[in-house]
């Protein structure tokens, strides 16, 4: 059962971190002054933050499925920058993303084996829900900034960089610098 796995291997957890805890204090607020916004793709556990050099206390991580722009990430960025203190934004998406051209029909058909009520689905556009980006991912990260920079939520004032994540290799490539925007 997996559930009895994860809170077991939780209590270890804790035991251990007890320890360490006594020798250091990691506070709420991002060390480094940085909120990342990234995709929640498995492979990104243990891979995103040790590949950029970010330790636990340095930066926001909010993450969802395809890296797209929702009511929440802007909520999320906003929290971070107006109350916790964030000076700088990356978008960072990744190549092989499983949500880049998600299909709205399957989705629809499983949602409706799963009983989900067929009104709700009629009333709502969910291929525009689940919002993919296509192809381009170099596309799909300019996109994403500029939907950032053009959000009236959120300031000008700080910098808002673009980077393309490989899940593999674990390379980082930069897209937009966002020093040079403004
Ligand atoms: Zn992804």
């Known amino acids: 059962m997996l559930l009895r796995e994860i809170l077991e291997a939780n209590r270890d957890f804790v035991q251990k971190l007890e320890r360490e805890i006594e020798e250091r204090e ?16 498995t492979r990104l556990v243990e891979m995103l933050e ?3 050099g970010l330790k636990r206390g340095e930066a926001k991580v ?19 920058i ?6 700088e934004v990356m978008v960072i998406a990744h190549l092989d993303c499983g949500v880049a051209q998600p299909d709205a029909g399957a989705m629809r058909q499983r949602m409706l084996a ?10 709502m556009e969910l291929k525009s829900w689940l919002k993919g980006f296509g192809p381009d991912y170099y596309r799909h990260v300019r996109e994403v900034v500029d939907e950032l920079l ?9 910098p808002y960089h673009g980077l393309l994540f490989c899940p593999d290799t674990g390379h980082l490539e930069l897209v937009v610098n966002g020093y040079e925007q403004g």
């Open 26 to 41: 990691i506070g709420k607020l991002p060390a480094k002054k940085l909120a990342i916004f990234s995709c929640m793709d």
């Open 50 to 52: 040790p590949a950029l």
């Open 62 to 80: 909010i993450k969802n499925a395809g890296t797209v722009v929702t009511d929440d990430v802007i909520r999320s960025l906003a929290v971070a």
């Open 82 to 87: 107006y109350l916790l203190g964030v000076e």
């Open 114 to 123: 799963r009983g989900v009520d067929p009104q709700v689905l009629e009333s």
């Open 150 to 158: 053009d959000n009236p939520l959120l300031p000008k004032d700080i």
